[in-house]
Nanobody, 115 residues
Framework: QLQLLESGGGLVQPGGSLRLSCAAS????????MGWSRQFPGRERESIAA???????TYADSVKGRFTISRDNAKNTVYLQMNNLKPEDTAVYYC?????????WGQGTQVTVSS
């Protein structure tokens, strides 16, 4: 079993920054890719950033140049540094981790960008 615990969400003004963290516990040795997704009210969850175990990162166009994903394999933790946040970034953010062919999800953390 794998557990993912996100932290770091909250309220921030437009143009501000937040750093999300997601710590994995349990069956961590089997984790390959990790990533972040977000979900707007009434819409499906969308992937915004992913990172391989070797550190290769990919981003959705909507966040490219503003968000940076990183991971610390020793701490089994993935991060999402979010800069220049916009009101349209307001969503619930979820981390995910791939174990074999099974995608595991955290419980989500709310990010609200508002003045």
């Amino acid at each position: 079993q794998l557990q993912l615990l996100e932290s770091g969400g909250g309220l921030v003004q437009p143009g501000g920054s937040l750093r999300l963290s997601c710590a994995a516990s349990g069956s961590v040795v089997s984790i390959s890719g990790m990533g972040w997704s977000r979900q707007f009210p009434g819409r499906e969850r969308e992937s915004i950033a992913a990172i391989t175990k070797g550190g290769t990162a990919t981003y959705a166009d909507s966040v490219k140049g503003r968000f940076t994903i990183s991971r610390d394999n020793a701490k089994n933790t993935v991060y999402l540094q979010m800069n220049n946040l916009k009101p349209e970034d307001t969503a619930v953010y979820y981390c995910n981790a791939l174990v074999g062919i099974s995608m595991n999800w955290g419980q989500g953390t709310q990010v609200t960008v508002s003045s």
